[in-house]
């Protein structure tokens, strides 16, 4: 649910509209990289532990770019 709330965030942002969800973490931080290229971004992630909680990959360091 996390996933799909945080696509049509970053979807909206950045096209003007939700088209569907990103597969997984890795996938959704890859689309924003693509999107910012040489542009500097501040993206704020307020309770990071809860979200990583069930998918602790997210903190590995391998999906944050």
């Known amino acids: 649910m996390n996933l799909l709330n945080f696509s049509e965030m970053v979807q909206t942002f950045f096209e003007g509209s939700f088209i569907s969800s990103f597969q997984n973490w890795e996938a959704a931080f890859e689309y924003i990289t693509g999107k910012i290229s040489d ?9 990071l532990p809860f979200l990583a909680e069930p998918n602790p990959s997210m903190t590995s360091g391998g999906v944050f770019l």
């Open 39 to 47: 542009e500097k971004l501040v993206l704020i992630i307020d309770e």
